[in-house]
């Protein structure tokens, strides 16, 4: 094609070269404005600020704006994209569950995620749950731990602390998808039932900052399964979920009350009865979160001034970071249910039946599980395949800026 001499010679095959490398370009993808369309075919891909890594990103690549980058519609479980946390850890609020890859308790059916409770005594009897072993130390790497902390791989239960009473799940995308800046959506229906903790949030793939919650952590939606739970005269259960921002030097110093924000949903419209969408835009100067694409709150960067840490003497672990440290680095998602533990479910709050346990009691999980007989009725699990008490999650979806 190039017949030519000298320089003319040189000129025409830079001209080939470049249009090879177009043509790679759109043929991978690189140029794209959606998933399945490559955007450089009519030339209008603005190159994105997000980022992304893992098994299902190539090393390097870039995106365009608009760019749909992570979908799962759990048509069927994408092992390829969801790990399970395997562990008795507790999520650090020494809940009641413990975490395990078991499709009695994660699945996909009818077009859904269903994490889905179940009682550890019915797997092993009543009388394990005070003399029982627990040991997640599998013998293939897919069975190891994965939280050792706070007796997470081994614990021996006895009549004042029983073993982990609840089954249930706890997946995420660390290995296979992160991302740093985008718009997210997660719809989901929450679980009904009372002491149900479901959970969508994220966590930075490293470490950047320090532990948490310096390098913070992002929370889609948490809510409670009790229909009756009350404070201050506010439902607080199925009719309320929150979002907020984890982030400070140290766990002492956390400031995420200065950006929690609760939604309460009319009568008959909770949040167990129909599938909501939890949504947020990730800037370099900003996250705005939303439900059902309600935007309900902005926050801006500079997480230092906002926590009001300098008044405590205390070392800034974000002073090399941008002005949004320590969101300025690729998180990953989590999805989970958990149940009980001694944070979240305030023992001032009212629920028929009472809380059959106390947030400060040496043996919370030992008092719940004696309770039983007050809230395992809530959970229907006998009726439908306990799908009441589900978590269900319809899609997973993720945009580039």
Request: hydrophobic share 35%; glycine share 10%.
């Amino acid at each position: 094609l190039c017949d030519y001499g000298g320089q003319q010679l040189q000129r025409c095959m830079m001209q080939q070269t470049l249009l090879i490398v177009g043509s790679l370009l759109l043929a991978t993808g690189v140029w794209s404005d959606d998933a399945t369309t490559p955007a450089a075919a009519t030339g209008d891909c603005v190159r994105s600020v997000t980022t992304a890594s893992g098994s299902l990103i190539d090393r390097g690549r870039t995106f365009c704006s608009g760019e749909l980058i992570f979908e799962d519609n759990f048509d069927f479980f994408d092992f390829e994209k969801w790990d399970h946390e395997n562990t008795l850890a507790g999520g650090g609020n020494w809940e009641f569950q413990w975490y395990t890859n078991n499709r009695s308790n994660s699945f996909v059916e009818d077009g859904a995620l269903n994490i889905r409770p179940t009682l550890t005594a019915d797997q092993f009897g009543l009388d394990f749950m005070t003399s029982g072993t627990l040991s997640l130390q599998g013998s293939y790497p897919t069975d190891h731990c994965t939280n050792d902390a706070f007796f997470g791989c081994v614990r021996v239960g006895n009549r004042q602390h029983i073993v982990n009473p609840v089954k249930s799940a706890r997946i995420r995308t660390i290995s296979s998808f992160n991302f740093k800046y985008g718009r997210a959506e997660v719809r989901a229906k929450l679980p009904t039932g009372d002491w149900l903790w479901p959970a969508i949030w994220l966590l930075p793939k490293r470490n950047v900052y320090g532990t948490w919650p310096a390098s913070g952590e992002m929370d889609l939606m948490e809510s409670r399964g009790n229909e009756n739970l009350f404070l201050d005269g506010v439902q607080i259960g199925t009719r309320q979920v929150g979002q907020t921002l984890h982030f400070g030097p140290n766990p002492s110093y956390n400031g995420y009350p200065t950006t929690t924000l609760t939604k309460n949903a009319m009568p008959e419209q909770e949040f167990n009865k129909n599938f909501s969408t939890f949504g947020f835009v990730w800037t370099p100067d900003n996250i705005t979160v939303s439900i059902n694409g309600e935007d309900l709150a902005t926050i801006e960067g500079d997480f230092w001034t906002r926590g009001d840490f300098g008044k405590h003497n205390l070392e800034n672990p974000w002073r090399h970071g941008t002005r949004m440290a320590p969101f300025d680095q690729e998180f990953h998602f989590i999805i989970n249910l958990a149940v009980g533990g001694v944070a979240f479910f305030p023992d001032a709050a009212t629920n028929p039946g009472g809380k059959p346990w106390t947030n400060n009691s040496p043996q919370a999980a030992t008092d719940f599980w004696n309770g039983r007989a007050q809230w395992l009725p809530t959970w229907n699990l006998d009726k439908d395949g306990g799908k009441s008490a589900s978590l269900l999650v319809d899609y997973v979806k993720v945009w580039a800026l």
